[in-house]
């Protein structure tokens, strides 16, 4: 089973490009969810889609646009990168949207912005 | 707005050694309480959670952690560690069942021979 996929594994961007974050879910998971981790900070929720055709913004989603474009794929875009967007991000999906499913989370994509 | 607090950012334990990490949360109800655990270059991964009930639950990998509502505590335990338990550790809370999760710093747990 592949889980959660995310591409690319790493990305180094200059300041002011754009780039997508993919993600995909094999699994038949109803909700996704895009996190970024950094040091010393945890993780912190950037957007979130409970269910196909919804999203809706996390702790910190300045910055970012999603797009949940079928049950299986969830997109993160940055329309213009900064350096304050350097970072590892997650994406992680569960079958409902309620707690008593865990989280399955992918291995990351980690981004460099100079 | 809840919050997570993991008053330690480093611990190392001998193996063998029984290990306990610290977790706080705020929130004036119970909240829905969980630890996971990130291998270096890997996601994260559930050990356990709380929702309601026994205040002592059982994880994987032999972890466990008890729920003391009067402390506004959620440790994790493990009575002897080995090596491969090295990774970082995040306390997580939700405050219903679908907000979303809120995620402590986490501990980052070194293991020594």
């Known amino acids: 089973n592949a889980g959660v996929t995310q591409t690319p594994k790493f990305q180094v961007l200059k300041t002011g490009q754009s780039m997508t974050l993919q993600c995909a879910q094999d699994?038949?998971?109803?909700?996704m969810y895009w996190y970024r981790q950094d040091p010393g900070m945890g993780l912190r929720l950037i957007y979130y889609?409970?269910?196909?055709?919804?999203?809706d913004k996390g702790e910190v989603p300045n910055g970012y646009n999603v797009s949940r474009l079928n049950k299986r794929e969830f997109s993160l875009r940055l329309e213009s990168a900064a350096p304050s967007q350097t970072s590892v991000y997650f994406c992680?999906?569960?079958?409902?949207?309620?707690?008593?499913?865990?989280?399955?989370f992918g291995n990351g994509t980690r981004l460099t912005v100079t | 707005a809840q919050s997570v607090t993991q008053p330690d950012i480093h611990i190392t334990v001998s193996e063998g050694a029984s290990l306990e990490l610290r977790c706080n949360y705020s929130?004036?109800?119970?909240?829905?309480l969980f630890w996971y655990v990130q291998s270096p270059g890997q996601g994260l991964q559930l050990l356990l959670k709380?929702?309601?009930?026994?205040?002592l639950v059982q994880g994987i990998k032999g972890f466990e952690a008890e729920f003391k509502r009067s402390q506004s505590s959620f440790n994790l335990r493990k009575p002897s560690v080995h090596w491969s338990d090295a990774a970082e550790y995040f306390c997580?809370?939700?405050?219903?069942?679908?907000?979303?999760?809120?995620f402590g710093k986490g501990t980052r747990l070194s293991v020594i021979a």
């Open positions: 992680a999906s569960r079958i409902g949207d309620t707690h008593s499913s865990p989280l399955h």
């Open positions: 699994m038949n998971h109803n909700s």
């Open positions: 889609s409970a269910s196909e055709g919804t999203t």
């Open positions: 929130y004036g109800a119970t909240p829905y």
């Open positions: 709380y929702f309601s009930g026994d205040t």
């Open positions: 997580a809370v939700a405050h219903s069942g679908n907000t979303p999760l809120v």
